[in-house]
Nanobody
Framework: QVQLMESGGGSVQAGGSLRLSCSAS???????LAWFRQAPGKEREGVAY????????SYADSGKGRFTISEDKGKHLLYLQMDSLKPEDTALYSC??????????????????WGQGTQVTVSS
């Protein structure tokens, strides 16, 4: 059983930063945790993923060098630190949980559990 709830979205000017949090409650010993985003009229896009307890995150090209995914397993929290934000980062951001080893990478079908999402709006 997995429960996910995001927070931390908001409005920011281009060049600013936001940190998203995801309360990740799960009973499995290991899961793959990820952040996705979806802008109006566009398909859901993977942003970054990390295996719970692991230390090797992976990023989509869109966020490399600007976004950092991390987990505080003791607090059951997943984070996405977003720096140097751009207007094209505007989207609904959701955290997701899937099977261990993250073999599915950032393919949405590899994730079985999703949060409701938190809106990020970046103005120019």
């Amino acid at each position: 059983q997995v429960q996910l709830m995001e927070s931390g979205g908001g409005s920011v000017q281009a060049g600013g930063s936001l940190r998203l949090s995801c309360s990740a409650s799960y009973t499995y010993s290991r899961v793959c945790l990820a952040w996705f985003r979806q802008a109006p009229g566009k398909e859901r896009e993977g942003v970054a993923y990390i295996e719970s307890g692991g230390d090797t995150p992976s990023y989509a090209d869109s966020g490399k060098g600007r976004f950092t995914i991390s987990e505080d397993k003791g607090k059951h929290l997943l984070y996405l630190q977003m720096d140097s934000l751009k207007p094209e980062d505007t989207a609904l951001y959701s955290c997701a949980a899937g099977r261990p080893h993250c073999a599915h990478g950032l393919r949405p079908y590899g994730y079985d559990y999703w949060g409701q999402g938190t809106q990020v709006t970046v103005s120019s």
